[in-house]
């Protein structure tokens, strides 16, 4: 059946990318968040990031008007009680996504998938939590969500073919390219994306180079589209930090340990951009 209606939970970096991007695609959009207070921060990230695409002449007012009158925010999850699809970018708990999921499977008809864009947990563990095991996959987004081509479609022991079936299709509706990958931590990307980072903090933590030259190493070196300290700061420390600790659990390989550094300046709070402060100072910019 066609995915016309979609649930997003979670209205965070990931989530609010999310809905902008259905939205874009001429799907009808709810999103939740658990308070109002962090709803209307969401919200106001989207709002922000859609007048910056019009001041960049790559949208029109009356284009993101329409994209706005597609989404519904809300902090009841009964609003979700008539979507074909629920894509959740919640705290990266399993216990509270498996009591999310616990308590939509309750409200969702049989027919809505659901989809975690978790980017290191185990996806067959959060269907475990609902009825619907057939039904359950991972999408998984990449940051900045609008920008960003790719979708991982994750597929589980349990997961239907018609459901990644419809999944990829989703995916490519929304102009992005799907990747199909098998429920083991980190997917295709953070595997490889991960150690790499790491690598870099290790780099600059031995004072081998400045961040400055590992970054424009990369980028002039390699071609990528920024240098990984640069990366890590948009991504956050903390997240990366914590999707190295998982990788490091499930594989006891040292290229998934967490580096010292990196380690302190998540507990100084030195989380990238969103704190102001990581590899680099933004506390000017903002
Ligand atoms: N609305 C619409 N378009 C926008 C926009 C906005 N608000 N902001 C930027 N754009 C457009 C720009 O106009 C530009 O378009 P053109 O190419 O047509 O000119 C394009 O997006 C790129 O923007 P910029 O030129 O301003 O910036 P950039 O060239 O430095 O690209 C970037 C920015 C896309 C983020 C690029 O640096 C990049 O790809 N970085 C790597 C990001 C990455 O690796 N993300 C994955 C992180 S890992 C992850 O997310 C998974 C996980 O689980 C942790």
């Known amino acids: 059946m066609a995915i016309r209606k979609v649930g997003v939970v979670g209205c965070g970096l990931m989530g609010s990318g999310i809905a902008q991007t259905c939205a874009a695609s001429g799907y009808d959009v709810v999103i939740a968040e658990v308070s109002q ?46 979507r074909d699809l629920i894509v959740e970018a919640i705290i990266e708990n ?41 039904r359950f996959i991972g999408l998984h987004f990449f940051n900045p969500v609008p920008l960003m081509k790719l979708v991982e479609v994750v597929k589980t022991i349990c997961s239907s073919d018609e459901v990644i079936q419809e999944a990829r299709a989703f995916a490519e ?18 595997l490889l994306l991960v150690p790499y980072l790491l690598d ?12 400055e030259d590992i970054d424009t190493a990369m980028v002039l070196g390699c071609g990528y589209p920024m240098g990984p300290l640069t990366l890590l700061d948009l991504v956050g420390l903390d997240t990366t930090y914590y999707i190295a600790n998982i990788l490091f ?27 102001g402060k990581g590899f680099y100072d933004y506390t000017e910019k903002k």
């Open 37 to 82: 207070e962090l709803l209307d921060k969401g919200m106001d990230r989207l709002r922000g990031f859609l007048a910056d695409g019009v001041k960049r002449g790559k949208m029109t007012q009356e284009q993101v008007d329409a994209i706005l009158s597609r989404i519904k925010p809300t902090v009841s999850l009964k609003d979700f009680a008539d």
């Open 94 to 134: 399993m216990a509270e996504k498996r009591k999310l999921y616990a308590e939509l499977d309750k409200i969702c008809p049989p027919h809505t998938i659901f989809a975690s864009n978790t980017s290191s947990l185990t996806i067959i563990e959060m269907a475990a939590a609902t009825k619907r095991l057939d």
């Open 173 to 190: 509706s929304l102009g992005k390219k799907p990747v199909l990958a098998k429920d083991t931590p980190g997917f295709i990307v953070n």
């Open 200 to 211: 870099a903090v290790r780099v600059y933590e031995n004072g081998l180079a400045s961040r």
């Open 249 to 275: 659990e499930e594989f006891k390989e040292p290229k998934y340990a967490a580096p010292p550094l990196m380690k302190r300046m998540v507990l100084a709070g030195q989380l990238g951009r969103k704190s």
